[in-house]
Each structure stands twice: as C-alpha cells, then as structure tokens.
C-alpha cells in the first residue's frame, strides 16, 4: 500500500538502458504481487500448471528478470521478514479487501462480466510461503543473491542504498524515500505499454528515478520532517488524520517545523508517532547478506519450469537466452546520475 507523496514529487523519466552497470535491490514482495495482479486469464483466474499450482510469479520472475540482466542491470532481491506489530491494522485491512475482491470476483463472473471479474482477482493476489520457498529457488538459479530483512524488505532494501552498497532502491511504493533511500526507481519491472483496469485504453509506463535529496531540496525540508509529514497523511502503521494530504501537511510542517508543535497548535493526536518516527529513520536491518553474483544454473532453471511446472520449452529457453547473453554489469557510477 505505502504512502502517495506523487503530488510533491517530480520523477526524472528514463530508460531501462540507463539503468546498465548498475546494483538495484529490489523489494522482492512488491514486486511478485505486481506479477501475481497482473498476469492473469481473461476471466482473472492466475496462470497455474497442470496441478493447479498458482505460477504467474514464477513466469513474471523469468520473464522480467532476464530482461533487467540482458540490460546489465545487477539486481539484488530482499525478502520481508516479520512484520512490525503496529502494521497488524494494514494487515487486516488488507486481507479484508482481498475478501470482499474476492466475493465481487464470483458475482463478475456470474454476470458474465469477464473485464470486472478480472480487475476484482487482481485485488484478491496472495503470496503463500510455498511461492515464497520457490521464488527464492528460482532467484539463487539464475544466480542473483537475495537478502532476508528481519522486518520491512522495503527498510532493509532503503538502508542499503543510503550506504552506497547499491545504487538504488526498486520499489513501487514511496516508503522507500521515508526509510532513507537516496535513489527510488518505480515501474522497473513493468514499465511499456499497459491496459487501465476495468477501462478499454492503455497508458504508457515509464521508469522513473526519484532522487530523496533534490525532493527535500526542493520543499526546504530535512528527511525528519518528512516523515513528520508521512505520519500525519498516514501510513502503514498509523491511520493519520484525516482531511490532511501531502500538500496540507507541507504547509502545517513549514509553519510549525515538527510534528509535536503541529499537535499542540491544532489538537490533532497521533498515538505512537515517536515509535513511527523511529521505524522510518533508524529501520530494522540486517548485515547478515552477501552481494556476489554467480553462473545461473541454466539446466536446473529449464527443469524447474518445464518438468516441474510444465511451461513450454521454447517460451522459456526465449527467457534463458536473454539470461546467457546478460551483458557484463560494471560497478562505476556515472555522476550525473546518483
């Protein structure tokens, strides 16, 4: 879910070749529920194998991964740990809406209503710890390390990319600007052409590059204050409050400076906004990871995919050849663009 900062924000659109050369620690979670939403049957059912196992992540994995490597990009894969216990609301909340998607799914369906049934299964996506075990298989495969967070992928993942061990952040969500990321990429992996749900038109995804020092740079605030501003719009472990967007609370950080005067100064309560505060500019991480990156395991990959889950060959040896002919990634960073 994360938190919408997109009206103080103003992303640099590239290209994936610009991405060539460089680390990319991707949130692993975020990423496989886009593949679980999106690639889906016409009538919203996941892709699944021959015993009905659900594999739209596994296809998804395969087929966005090879094109990031062919383009020289070195990505780095880090997995959710436990939860913190003030996300347990978004949690719930999250799995009811997966509920009630779920009921409206079967109602689409019986009306014959093949374009809603499929937007209301793309809200019903969940990721099992079986998907979990063999997404991460499939990850050590193709030879990509894979870093577990203790708690939020996206903390661990932001942390990384603040010390400089990677270039930058993969993320949909801009959380990763609240727990210190320098440098956030969105629509890495599903960037192109794409079809607005429940709409007959399609719309272009570019990448874009947000940079956390020019967005404070710009508004003349420090990182503090921004995530001052996070917790009074609300985030995934606090309601907010509510009338209060990115902009409002802008303008209530600019004349009090801090969330404690802004509370005094109009009322407003906020439980546990100093818990918060500290989940986002001290996160919990982990230094327990290696980033070194080995020979795929090509046979073990076609196995897997073709007599384990019965792809067909020829899809997936199109996959394996972008694999093979990945282009040799240098660490050197260009200035002008971190």
Do not use: C
């Amino acid at each position: 879910m994360g938190i919408n900062l997109r009206t103080l924000l103003e992303p640099e659109t590239i290209t994936l070749e610009e991405l060539s050369g460089k680390i990319i620690a991707l949130d692993a979670y975020n990423m496989i529920y886009q593949f679980l939403a999106s690639i889906r049957m016409k009538d919203g059912r996941p892709l699944t194998d021959d015993n009905e196992n659900v594999v739209s992540h596994l296809m998804g994995l395969l087929s966005r991964t090879s094109n990031l490597l062919k383009t020289g990009i070195k990505p780095v894969f880090v997995f959710d740990g436990v939860p913190h216990p003030l996300k347990e609301s978004t949690i719930t909340y999250r799995i009811m809406r997966k509920k009630e998607a779920m009921e409206e799914w079967k109602k689409a369906l019986s009306a014959g209503d093949m374009e809603r049934a499929r937007s209301k299964a793309q809200q019903t996506s969940h990721f099992t710890h079986e998907m979990v075990r063999e997404t991460k298989h499939v990850i050590e495969l193709m030879g990509i390390p894979l870093v577990q967070a203790p708690s939020d992928g996206e903390a661990q993942a932001s942390l990384m990319t603040a010390k400089g061990e990677v270039d930058a952040t993969g993320s949909q969500d801009f959380d990763s600007l609240l727990f210190g990321s320098t440098t956030l990429i969105r629509n890495i992996t599903m960037s192109g052409r794409r079809k607005m749900p429940g709409k007959h038109h399609y719309k272009t995804v570019n990448i874009e590059k947000i940079r956390l020092p020019e967005l404070l740079k710009t508004h003349e605030i420090t990182h503090e204050q921004l995530v001052d501003m996070a917790i009074l719009i609300g985030t995934d472990f606090n309601e907010g409050i509510k009338g209060i967007g990115p902009k409002k609370s802008l303008k209530l950080i600019k004349k009090h400076g801090k969330l404690e005067e802004i509370m005094v100064e109009t009322g407003y309560e906020i439980e546990h906004f100093q818990e918060i505060r500290n989940i986002f500019l001290n996160p919990m991480a982990s230094d327990d990871y290696e980033l070194i990156w080995k020979k795929p395991q090509i046979e073990r990959l076609v196995e897997l995919y073709v007599e384990g889950h019965q792809f067909k060959e020829s899809t997936i040896k199109k996959y394996i050849e972008k694999i093979e002919a990945s282009k040799p990634a240098h660490r050197q960073i260009r200035l002008d663009f971190f």
